[in-house]
């Protein structure tokens, strides 16, 4: 068994718990339902940093058009989609028990709406097309493009002083530090070891990526081989009678 991942597994023990075991936040409808912040607010941010990292990787493909790079943005760009999934399943479900409805067309809700349906499109455009040369230009070209507008939805427009008056978003019992210091270690807590695990993640899925990248290169070869008259493929030794 790697070790790393059973240190990680060690490590989600005591996390989980104390996300039960810490005393009701203040300031929420429902307190104790309020331990959704846990695990909403981490894959949010991770989602972000999974935006830049596909960034990252699509300017190192653009300046230097290697798969290892495309396999990286692929990545990272799957792993975004599903921590922004995540995020918009427990803020949806934070929205019913601590306001009263699944959906309240709050700017945050909508802005990192849009977020989300921006990352499947990417993870669209790459499916789309089937030549992989074509797909990792256009998706490199399609997260560098696409990075400011994401940052600007998520961090920017929800702060925008005409807008955050209007939302219902707690952003600010967690800015003015009404979370006590138990429930703010273990949201810390709760970040840093889903930081780990979408790392993992990250690194298994690029491994894969790899693996899937040599076998199609290898069944290439193999299809030109069989292709070429001039191959003469396999030459087994043949057994002659004795005299020959």
Known sequence: MNFRLFALGLLAIPVALATFLVPDARGF???ALARMIFWHVPCALLSSLFVL???????????????????????????????AGLAMATGILFSRVQWGAWWHNDPRQTSFLIVLLTMLAGLALRGALSDEIKRASSTAVYCVASVIPLIFFTFVFPRLPQIAGNSLHPSQTIAQ??????YRVVLYATFFLLFLCFVALFRRR?????????????????????RDPTDPGVVRPVSLPKGH
């Open 177 to 182: 530090g009404q979370l006590d210091t138990n």
């Open 29 to 31: 409808k429902e307190p």
């Open 53 to 83: 990292v596909a960034a990252y990787y699509a300017v190192r493909y653009l300046n230097s058009p290697k798969m290892k790079w495309d396999i990286r943005v692929g990545a990272a760009l799957e792993l975004g989609a599903l921590s």
């Open 206 to 226: 690029v491994k894969v990526g790899e693996m899937e990248l040599t076998l199609e290169n290898l069944n290439e070869l193999d299809t030109d081989r069989r």
